[in-house]
């Protein structure tokens, strides 16, 4: 079964502060697909990123940075110098090749940076 | 560029009334569509995803019914609705299965009374 779990509820950081994000993930599928959305207060959801599973180079992509690690079926989101923007709702999801683009979430992280 | 659009943003309804929530999507052929629902304090679940005309999956048994009238339309319903249908409702499509992002919809907020 697939599954993607975001242990931390919500986290409160202070402007400027960086902040990490956890995603774990199951399936024992080989070709899958690892996505990061963001959740504004207005609710529409905003693609981050995406990563295929024969590619484990971390990304970064300004204050934003992924670390995907196979060993350990992490797909982690680290803010660099957060924001008061940045306040929204994460969400990590999990994509199994051939499955007509299905995708399966985790329950979120809330996110609050404080000024 | 490729657009969707999901309507209305907000919705009261009593309980026992019927439901229509609209998609559609613009600037593309044969997307797959999908409905989310978001309850409170829970992520996505998916309800149905459809990958061309007429033709619908369900994830969940539930109180509603999706539909594909035409290519970039899709309807989600109920008959008679349930207070445990009150949530968030987003609509999105992604290109052809299952290796690209799904891209979203503003969402609708059900509140059911």
């Known amino acids: 079964a697939q599954k993607v779990t975001q242990a931390q509820t919500e986290i409160s950081v202070v402007e400027k502060e960086d902040v990490t994000l956890d995603c774990v993930y199951e399936?024992?599928?080989?070709?899958?697909?690892l996505f990061w959305y963001k959740q504004p207060p207005s609710g529409e959801l905003v693609f981050l990123i995406r990563?295929?599973?024969?590619?484990?180079q971390n990304e970064i992509s300004g204050r934003y940075s992924w670390n995907f690690q196979k060993s350990t079926s992490s797909f982690n989101f680290t803010i660099t110098a957060s924001q008061v923007v940045d306040s929204a709702v994460y969400f990590c999801?999990?994509?199994?090749?051939?499955?007509?683009?299905?995708?399966?979430f985790g329950k979120g992280t809330k996110l609050s940076v404080k000024p | 560029s490729q657009t969707i659009h999901q309507w209305p943003a907000t919705l009261v309804q009593p309980v026992g009334s019927p439901l229509s929530l609209e998609c559609t999507v613009e600037g593309t052929s044969n997307p797959n569509l999908y409905w989310y629902r978001q309850a409170a304090g829970r992520g996505l679940q998916l309800l149905f995803y459809s990958v061309g005309i007429g033709q619908i999956s369900s994830e969940v048994p539930q109180n509603l019914s999706a539909s594909r009238p035409q290519d970039r339309q899709f309807i989600l319903s109920s008959k008679k609705l349930l207070l445990s249908d009150s949530g968030f409702y987003l609509c999105a499509w992604s290109v052809g299965a299952g290796s690209g992002e799904a891209f979203f919809g503003q969402g609708t907020r059900l509140t059911v009374v």
């Open positions: 399936t024992r599928d080989t070709t899958y697909y």
């Open positions: 999801a999990l994509l199994v090749g051939g499955s007509q683009g299905n995708l399966i």
């Open positions: 990563r295929n599973s024969f590619d484990e």
